[in-house]
């Protein structure tokens, strides 16, 4: 089976939104350090007319910028179809603007100048959620070929159930699980209740 586009496994981006250019390259050289790869933007809209592969990152974002500020990207995420986590930066930053950035779905609030090895530690929890989210919309794409029935079916497998147990259950006939087991296994190319498990349950 062709893999979806959606790839955990890809390298991870970093996408750095600043608009203060020797913070963003000091930034790139610490994010870089750890093998992670880093794309620079100095204004908010560079980074939204920019290609982005489905692959696992996070967004590293400045509060107060020219023309759309961080805080309003923040609340308008879901409005642009991202789900990339976000790690919000603030040389001037308040309890009420960190609460309100965390209420809005930032992972984090560092201040300014950062620590690097907390900034570090947060750019590795954010990637590793990223990749969460990734692995749950691949394991999405692959069950959607499923009909309802098969669907229903693989999960009983899972759960450990008998093709004459589920049967019952379903008041179907041993022969019409065995059926839409086979179909579903060849659809997902599975080759045991195993893979099958793995792929519903992998996170």
Same mark, same amino acid.
């Given at each position: 089976m062709?893999?979806g586009?959606? +790839?955990?496994v890809?390298p ?7 608009d /203060?250019a020797?913070?963003?390259h ?5 994010? #870089?350090s ?6 620079e ?8 007319? &920019? ?5 696992? !990152?996070?967004i590293?974002?400045d509060?107060?910028?020219? $023309?759309?500020s $961080? ?7 879901a409005?642009?179809?991202? /789900?990339l986590?976000?790690?919000?930066? &603030? @040389?001037h @930053? +308040? ?7 965390l209420?809005a !779905?930032?992972v ?16 590795h929890e954010a990637?590793?959620? &990223?990749?969460?989210?990734?692995a @749950?919309?691949?394991?999405? #794409? ?5 009909t ?6 693989v999960?009983?497998?899972v #759960? ?13 006939s041993s022969? +019409? ?6 179909q579903?296994?060849?659809?997902? @190319? ?5 893979e ?8």
């Amino acid at each position: 089976m062709k893999p979806g586009k959606y +790839t955990a496994v890809a390298p991870a981006i970093a996408y750095l939104i600043d608009d /203060d250019a020797d913070v963003r390259h000091a930034l790139r050289w610490l994010i #870089e350090s750890v093998q992670i790869d880093v794309r620079e933007f100095g204004r908010v809209r560079e980074f939204l007319e &920019s290609p982005r592969p489905d692959g696992p !990152g996070c967004i590293v974002l400045d509060v107060r910028m020219p $023309g759309m500020s $961080g805080m309003e990207f923040l609340d308008h995420l879901a409005t642009f179809k991202i /789900d990339l986590p976000v790690i919000m930066l &603030s @040389g001037h @930053g +308040t309890v009420p603007m960190a609460s309100r950035a965390l209420r809005a !779905g930032a992972v984090d609030f560092v201040e300014k100048p950062v620590n690097e090895q907390l900034l570090l530690d947060r750019v590795h929890e954010a990637v590793a959620k &990223s990749r969460r989210i990734l692995a @749950g919309k691949a394991r999405e #794409e692959r069950l959607s070929v499923l009909t309802d029935r098969e669907l229903e079916i693989v999960r009983l497998v899972v #759960e450990g159930g008998h093709n004459k147990d589920i049967a019952r259950a379903l008041g179907v006939s041993s022969r +019409t699980v065995e059926n839409h087991r086979a179909q579903a296994m060849h659809k997902l @190319g599975a080759r045991s209740a195993a893979e099958l498990a793995a792929m519903l349950m992998e996170k």
